[in-house]
Structure formats: structure tokens, C-alpha cells
């Protein structure tokens, strides 16, 4: 039902900032608009945590571990099928590969990104 496809990742400093973005591009706009979207990410030798997401309700609520809280910021485009997650303030912990999550509130079926690698160098 749903394809997504990160872009944007890539080497940044430490202290750096980096944006990610994510495609729905099999999808289309009223399907987008029920899913709560989000960020994961999964480091060597770590399980998958999530990072941010983001509602479909109203502007959309938002949700950040802590480990980002205050350097992240998640946002969402339902016009153009599309989140992005701004990374601010990069740590070297930060380092791992992004991926993007949907979860369908109606069908309550998720999807996931193929994933975008984020570096981040001391």
C-alpha cells in the first residue's frame, strides 16, 4: 500500500545539523493523512529506537525520545506525502541508520523505509 523512501542522510560534524526526509510515494494524500509517521533509528550493535513521531491529527502532536528532545524536531508535509526530521546540535551517538515508520490508524498496517545512514563525527 505505502512505499517510503528516505533521503538526506549523509556525514556531519559534531554540533552539526542535518535534515532527512521521507517520501510516501505509493500512497495517496487521504491515505497519508490517517497515518501517525515516524522516525526510528538503529545503531550498531543496538535495537531499533523510535526517535520522533508525528500524529495526523490536527497540526500533528509530536513525540521525541529524550536522547533528542530539544535537537530534533520532526514535521510533516501531507500534501506533498512527506516527513522530515531536523537534526540539530548532532552528537557522535546520534550515528545510525534513519528509518522511516507509517502506522495507519484505520488499517492499524505499518510500513518501513529501506533506512538513510546518519554519521555523525567527534
Known amino acids: 500500500q505505502v512505499q517510503l523512501v528516505e533521503s538526506g542522510g549523509g556525514l556531519v560534524q559534531a554540533g552539526g545539523s542535518l535534515r532527512i526526509s521521507c517520501v510516501a510515494s505509493?500512497?495517496?494524500?487521504?491515505?497519508?493523512?490517517?497515518?501517525?509517521m515516524g522516525w526510528y533509528r538503529q545503531a550498531p550493535g543496538k535495537e531499533r529506537e523510535l526517535v520522533a513521531t508525528?500524529?495526523?491529527?490536527?497540526?500533528?502532536?509530536?513525540h521525541y525520545a529524550d536522547s533528542v528532545k530539544g535537537r530534533f524536531t520532526i514535521s510533516r508535509d501531507n500534501s506533498r506525502k512527506m516527513i522530515r526530521l531536523q537534526i540539530n546540535s548532532a552528537k557522535p551517538e546520534d550515528t545510525a541508520v534513519y528509518y522511516c515508520?507509517?502506522?495507519?490508524?484505520?488499517?492499524?498496517?505499518?510500513?518501513w523505509g529501506q533506512g538513510t545512514q546518519v554519521t555523525v563525527s567527534a
Open positions: 515508520n507509517s502506522f495507519d490508524e484505520v488499517t492499524k498496517a505499518s510500513d
Open positions: 505509493r500512497t495517496i494524500t487521504s491515505v497519508f493523512w490517517q497515518k501517525t
Open positions: 508525528i500524529t495526523s491529527s490536527g497540526s500533528g502532536s509530536t
